[in-house]
């Protein structure tokens, strides 16, 4: 059985898909004024967009919890394409859904939260916009309804085989084998994905675990053991190829972390060195695929 009709089997493919109503709009009239009075050659100097609700906790709401929602499809989920849909493990599909169907129902009361007060609060940012209220830049409130939407839908994971073409045996061979190349190079991303997050706790943990030569501790958010904590628990999940070598490393970690407090780490230097000791004997022990790019100079060199 090839990688990806493996792959094919213990996961699929989920998109979410979250839109809002910004309540921003280009000004172009303050726009003309601005590059005018800078004596720019060129309208298209600037650019002046403004808030059409200059104070408003119902929108800012939706709009930090959207922010919220993405975070948790992309910590629940592996990357696929560059764009859109992402690899979800089926073990984790029946939590995922749970997860997101919560969210939505939370995305829609701070939504109907907003609406049962927007023409209210239209008649409020004519006072807070002063001479930059125009009230035909603000939509009837069912027109802003219809710009709110949440939802999450599911395909599976599609293998070589779905190349079912009228067309000669040579070009569907070539067909097949160009997507087989482009699934296992997204497998190995989405594989070096698991790597990344593990050693991206593993390299927090090791940080913020230091004592000083004076003594001084660095101060940690209990986060940085329970977030490390759930991390493990998910990458059972997300270990998708089954790789050993992974799983030994996410297993290392969570017997280091088990039955450790955050306060014992701060109060305990005994169990706050031992724990660090741990931590850079794991991170010594493997190949995380994650290339050091910075030069001797300290500055950081994109290619």
Request: charged share 30%; with cysteine; proline share 2%.
């Given at each position: ?11 699929l493919?989920?998109d979410?898909e979250?839109s809002?109503?910004?309540?921003r ?5 303050t ?5 005018q ?13 403004k808030?059409?609700?200059?104070e408003?906790?119902e929108?800012?709401?939706i709009?930090k919890?959207?922010?919220r929602?993405?975070a948790e499809?992309y910590?629940?989920?592996q990357?696929?394409n ?6 979800l493990?089926?073990?984790l ?5 749970q997860t997101?169907?919560?969210l939505e ?5 701070l939504?109907d ?11 409020s940012a ?7 209220f125009?009230?035909?830049e ?15 839908s599911f395909?599976?994971l599609?293998?070589?085989g ?6 000669e045996?040579?070009?569907q061979?070539?067909?097949?084998d160009q997507?087989?190349?482009?699934a296992?190079?997204q497998?190995?991303a989405?594989t ?5 997050r ?5 390299t927090?943990?090791?940080?913020r675990?230091?004592?000083?030569e ?9 986060t ?7 991390m493990?628990e998910l ?19 969570e017997?280091?972390l ?5 306060k ?7 169990t706050?060195?031992d724990?660090?000791?741990k931590v850079?004997e ?9 290339e050091?790019?910075?030069?001797t100079?300290?500055?950081?060199e994109?290619?």
């Amino acid at each position: 059985m090839s990688t990806v009709a493996g792959i094919a089997r213990a996961a699929l493919l989920v998109d979410l898909e979250i839109s809002i109503y910004s309540g921003r709009k280009q000004d172009k009239r303050t726009q003309a004024e601005v590059t005018q009075s800078k004596g720019a050659a060129s309208k298209r100097a600037a650019s002046v967009y403004k808030s059409l609700f200059a104070e408003c906790k119902e929108l800012d709401d939706i709009n930090k919890f959207q922010a919220r929602v993405r975070a948790e499809h992309y910590r629940m989920t592996q990357p696929w394409n560059d764009y859109g849909a992402r690899l979800l493990p089926t073990s984790l599909l029946q939590n995922y859904k749970q997860t997101m169907n919560r969210l939505e129902a939370e995305f829609d009361l701070l939504v109907d939260k907003f609406l049962d007060k927007y023409d209210t609060l239209v008649a409020s940012a004519a006072f807070q916009l002063g001479t930059l209220f125009d009230r035909t830049e603000y939509p009837s409130r069912n027109q802003v309804a219809n710009k709110f939407r949440m939802h999450v839908s599911f395909c599976p994971l599609p293998t070589s085989g779905d190349f079912r073409l009228d067309i000669e045996a040579e070009v569907q061979r070539d067909l097949i084998d160009q997507y087989e190349k482009r699934a296992v190079a997204q497998v190995t991303a989405a594989t070096q994905d698991s790597w990344t997050r593990l050693y991206n706790s593993l390299t927090r943990l090791s940080d913020r675990l230091v004592i000083e030569e004076d003594g001084k501790k660095r101060i940690f958010h209990d986060t940085i053991v329970t977030g490390a904590l759930e991390m493990c628990e998910l990458l059972t999940h997300m270990n998708v190829l089954k790789d050993p070598s992974l799983e030994k490393a996410r297993r290392k970690l969570e017997e280091v972390l088990s039955g450790v407090t955050p306060k014992e780490l701060r109060e305990e230097d005994g169990t706050r060195l031992d724990t660090k000791r741990k931590v850079d004997e794991i991170l010594a022990a493997f190949d995380w695929g994650i290339e050091d790019d910075s030069t001797t100079d300290g500055t950081t060199e994109q290619v």
